[in-house]
């Protein structure tokens, strides 16, 4: 049998938070794995509860009871928590696939618990929740092609996926991984000066909002020349030019550089 055949995966999921939920539900959505062959464990058993209420999964009672089904775990815990969690999982280990979403988390901490473990780190984002995530991938060295194609796929049920080395992960944290939230304050901020001259909140969060929406979209149809993108909203001597003008002489440029460098530094400290 090919363990990663997406007929045959059973896929075990400890920790049933916000992401996890999203990544469970865009495979549900697309019928990506079999819902009876999902077993999901959390502390919290509300939280797994509702999930298996909703799609059908299998509910974990313990670490133990869900490694014994599966061939696949996805660890989705709070990073805070990993070592308690690996403590239990490596007695009960059985040479399974482990999948992880933790941000800071690095391979070598997994196998300080479990040394020859399999392991996969994925950072998703949160527009996983409405199937536009940015989710990237990476593997320890005793992963092969099939299992890195199995969590690609897996991924790409909520949104776009890239593969990646290790070395880049903490990058990717800053910039798509906390992303999210630079942007909604990007597009709070443009609403927030033009109700100050005179649109009301829903209109001028509506237009912010989907200008950022269409913008990206032309992006990707556009194959990412957004200089080319600028020039053509751009007309000489018009109102576009004295803002992109603006945006030049500001420190913009410097914040983001900052923005993003300092993100990453936190995401190596966590790890």
């Known amino acids: 049998m090919n363990a990663f055949s997406k007929d045959d995966v059973k896929l075990g999921v400890i920790g049933c938070g916000k992401m996890a939920s999203a990544i469970l539900g865009g495979v549900a959505k697309h019928k990506f794995l079999n819902p009876e062959d999902i077993y999901v464990y959390d502390i919290n058993m509300e939280a797994s509860g509702t999930l298996c209420r909703e799609y059908g999964f299998k509910e974990a009672f313990s670490i133990k009871d ?14 805070f ?3 308690e969690v690996l403590s239990e999982l490596k007695e009960y ?4 696939l482990v999948l992880s979403i933790l941000a800071g988390v690095k391979i070598k901490k997994y196998q300080e618990f479990i040394e020859n473990a399999r392991i996969i780190r994925i950072m998703p984002n949160t527009p996983a929740l409405v199937n536009e995530g940015a ?7 005793n992963i092969n092609n099939d299992e890195l ?6 991924m790409s049920n909520c949104g776009k996926v890239i593969k990646t ?8 944290t800053a910039l798509s991984g906390s992303g999210p939230a630079f942007y909604f304050k990007i597009i709070e901020l443009m ?10 909140k829903n209109e001028a969060l509506l237009l912010s909002t989907q200008t950022a929406l269409g913008s990206a979209k032309m992006i990707f149809e556009n194959d990412f020349d957004i200089e080319q993108l600028i020039k053509n909203v751009t007309t000489p001597g018009g109102c576009t030019e004295v803002g992109n003008e603006l945006l030049a002489d500001s420190m913009i440029a410097d914040i983001f550089d900052k923005l993003v460098f300092e993100t990453m530094l936190k995401a190596k400290e966590l790890g």
Do not use: R, W
Not at 167 to 172: A, H
């Open 66 to 79: 869900l490694t014994q089904n599966v061939d696949v775990i996805l660890l989705a815990v709070k990073p």
């Open 135 to 141: 989710s990237a991938i990476c593997a320890n060295s």
């Open 81 to 83: 928590i990993i070592s």
């Open 149 to 154: 194609d199995f969590a690609f796929n897996l």
């Open 191 to 200: 609403a927030q000066s033009a109700m100050k001259l005179g649109l009301d």
């Open 93 to 96: 280990y059985k040479n399974q």
């Open 165 to 172: 080395t290790e070395d880049k992960i903490d990058i990717i």
